[in-house]
């Protein structure tokens, strides 16, 4: 309602849930210009349609070099890419042409087949992980679970041998539990991980294998190549992009289905029957209910422009909120309810526009199996402890668990 106070944003009781000060934006200052807790100030966009007007529009850049904020202030704001790193000039920072090019020559190596063909390998990576804990009773289902699935996933796509995988956990860990605070361990493991694979490529470049890596040195667009530099920071983003989302998706999705027993009840009734649908209308559903991308990332105007009735000057920054846009009773009938059997679920999960998640499939292929496979072995899963006690992370453009104890009948 108008009169309601204007809720305060990004406190602790934001990041425990985010959504009833989403709704007051909605309805009372959907295009909303705020400071971040960084200090930078940037607008939010809230509503669905706006939302997905932003993410299409070409004159909201992803270059960094378009934020006006001034020169001496860069590098401070913590906006990925204002640091000079090779390993930053990737999809996420790049518009067209660049993108284009990159894009496609990305999309010749990562095809849905290559996604297809990897489902037994996600299955038998998800049923180690599970029986490594199956038999005490209780979990950490981030800690155990949702984080090392998808690191080790990625690394068998991309060709980082079995040996080296546990260095990525370790420096992957480091990124996504100080993401936003401080920041020498994680400068170092970005480090430590962009050495890794300019070694790596240098590598499969003298030695091609079946993997990701040597499939991007070989696609070539017009006999164009990728540099190294080029594939070093792609296959940087692939990690980057397809690791705390696909952490966030089985753990802020396990967390939804704890919440709401009774559909949880019906997702279980149905891959007991042998049935898949309400598994797939039901994962795109818990990302749109309590999706991982909170905020899409950066966007920059190159130029005057309205956006939802609102002028937003030129170099001024742009971040679309999908939480909130996912949640627009405009756009979704019932939209604070979880229904897993929704069918008309366009939701901004993972974005819309030319930088839509190219690593879809993928998560799906994660998502469903990790749920289905949880749920049918561990049938009595159940929440260790108070609810109220859990902790969300804080960070800005991710929503996820810090932890999140189960237990259940060995
Ligand atoms: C882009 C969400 C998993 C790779 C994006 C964007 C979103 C998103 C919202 C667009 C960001 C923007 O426009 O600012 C998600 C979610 C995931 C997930 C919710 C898991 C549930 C993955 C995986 C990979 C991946 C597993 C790859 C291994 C990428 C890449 C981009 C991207 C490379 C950039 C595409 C471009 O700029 O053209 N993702 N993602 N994502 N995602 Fe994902």
Redesign the pocket.
């Known amino acids: 309602m108008a009169t309601d106070p204007q809720p305060e944003l990004f406190t602790w009781e934001f990041a425990t849930d985010p959504y009833p000060a989403y709704a007051w934006l909605r309805e009372n200052s959907p295009v909303h210009k705020t400071a971040l807790p960084s200090g930078v100030e940037a607008w939010l966009v809230t509503r669905y349609a706006d939302a997905r007007q932003a ?1 299409a529009d070409q004159r909201l850049s ?1 270059n960094p070099a378009n934020h006006a904020e001034p020169a001496h202030a860069k590098g401070k704001t913590g906006i990925p890419g204002e640091r000079k790193a090779e390993l930053m000039t ?3 920072n ?1 518009d067209p042409p660049d ?1 284009t090019r ?2 496609r020559l ?1 999309s010749k190596a ?1 095809t849905p087949r290559t996604v297809a063909e990897f489902a037994p390998r996600v299955q038998e990576l998800t049923d180690d992980l599970i029986d490594k804990f199956a038999a005490k009773g209780e979990a950490d289902l981030i800690h155990d679970f949702a984080f090392p699935l ?1 690191i080790y ?2 690394c068998d ?1 991309l060709g980082v041998p079995r040996e080296d995988q546990d260095d990525f956990r370790d420096w992957a860990g480091m990124m996504i539990r100080h993401g936003g605070g401080p920041r020498g361990g994680v400068a170092r493991s970005v480090k430590k991980m962009r050495n890794y694979l300019a070694e790596l490529i240098h590598r499969k470049r003298e030695n091609p294998g079946d993997d990701l890596i040597s499939h991007l040195i070989r696609a070539s667009d017009d006999g164009e190549h990728l540099t190294e530099n080029e594939a070093a920071a ?1 296959a940087f ?3 980057f ?3 705390e ?2 952490v ?2 089985i753990g802020n999705g396990v967390h939804t289905l704890l919440q709401n027993p009774d559909q949880r009840a019906r997702l279980q009734e149905s891959l007991a029957a042998g049935e898949t649908g309400l598994l797939a209308t039901g994962v795109e559903e818990l ?1 749109r209910y309590d ?3 909170e905020l ?4 920059f105007a190159t130029e005057a422009l309205t956006l939802g009735g609102q002028d937003i000057a030129e170099g001024d920054p742009v971040l ?1 909120v ?1 939480a909130a846009a996912d949640r627009d009773p405009e756009r979704f009938t019932g939209a604070d309810t979880l229904d897993l059997s929704r069918s008309d679920n366009q939701h ?13 499939p ?3 292929l ?2 469903q199996t990790a749920l289905a496979t949880l749920l049918t072995r561990l049938p009595d899963l159940r929440l260790a402890g108070d609810p109220a006690d859990l902790r969300w992370r804080g960070g800005l453009i991710m929503r996820g668990l810090r932890t999140l104890p189960v237990e259940f009948d060995p």
């Open positions: 993410l992803k990737h999809l996420l790049i993108h990159l894009r990305v990562f998808p996933a990625i796509l792609m983003i692939l990690l992009a397809g690791f989302t696909t966030n998706l990302l999706g991982p991308v899409a990332t950066w966007r679309v999908l901004l999960g993972y974005g819309h526009g030319i930088h839509y998640c190219l690593g879809a993928l998560a799906r994660e998502g």
